[in-house]
């Protein structure tokens, strides 16, 4: 089941990239019209880009409750699958967690984050520049494990965990939850700094979260 996990996540990384690639003409600035595509995908496409124009950090805190509470629900079914236990309850207030992780911190946190990097270290047209390399440094060296503290806080204070036993679960997981974020999130920040415009960043990061967050789940 991880293999065919991870083996989702390096195509979902490919055909990404090779959307970006094509459709952007390594121009990060503004967000790729999609043709190939059939005309009511292209227009809701067209429509989510005009919406995000409008309203940034709503729309993408919209996307990313979805996209999280989606992530949890599937990691969930996988669980039961995996466990050999066949139809179980869900737990709902998990799923809503999630959702609410999505909303009020991951998207809020990562609009800013880029717009405060970004302002710092502008966009270059090329991919692969010296100024991409220092931002997947500061990304994941820096941001990343500042980050996942808060999200070890975030979700053990919404399940009622007190800050010892958050502390706790820090002192067992977070070496190797950095470890292995890093196999993961170095390539993705690659992309997400090299070839998205900034306007979809939050989206592809919600994306990757997606498998990221069902694989934590299987663990």
């Known amino acids: 089941m991880k293999s065919l996990l991870i083996a989702c996540l390096f195509v979902s990384f490919s055909t990404l990239t090779k959307a970006f690639v094509s459709q952007n003409q390594h121009k990060p600035l503004s967000p790729p019209r999609l043709e190939a595509i059939p005309e009511g995908l292209s227009n809701a496409w067209e429509s989510y880009n005009q919406a995000l124009d409008a309203s940034p950090l709503l729309v993408k805190s919209m996307t990313a409750s979805v996209i999280l509470g989606a992530a949890d629900f599937t990691g969930q079914k996988l669980e039961a699958t995996q466990a050999g236990e066949g139809e179980v309850e869900l737990d709902f207030a998990r799923v809503a967690r999630f959702a609410f992780f999505g909303l009020v911190l991951q998207a809020p946190w990562n609009h800013f984050y880029y717009q405060v990097l970004d302002s710092a270290l502008p966009p270059t047209v090329e991919p692969f520049t010296p100024t991409t390399g220092v931002k997947v440094v500061i990304d994941q060296f820096v941001q ?4 996942t503290v808060l999200i070890f806080l975030f979700l053990g ?4 965990k007190s800050i010892d036993d958050v502390k706790k679960q820090l002192s067992n ?34 994306c990757v979260f997606f498998f990221w967050s069902i694989f934590l789940s299987l663990k």
Not at 157 to 160: K, M, P, V, Y
């Open 157 to 160: 204070t919404l399940e009622g």
């Open 144 to 147: 990343a494990p500042i980050f």
């Open 173 to 206: 997981d977070y070496t190797d939850t950095m470890v292995a974020n890093w196999k993961l999130w170095v390539p993705a920040t690659v992309i997400n700094i090299g070839f998205c415009p900034p306007p979809l960043r939050v989206l592809f990061l919600n």
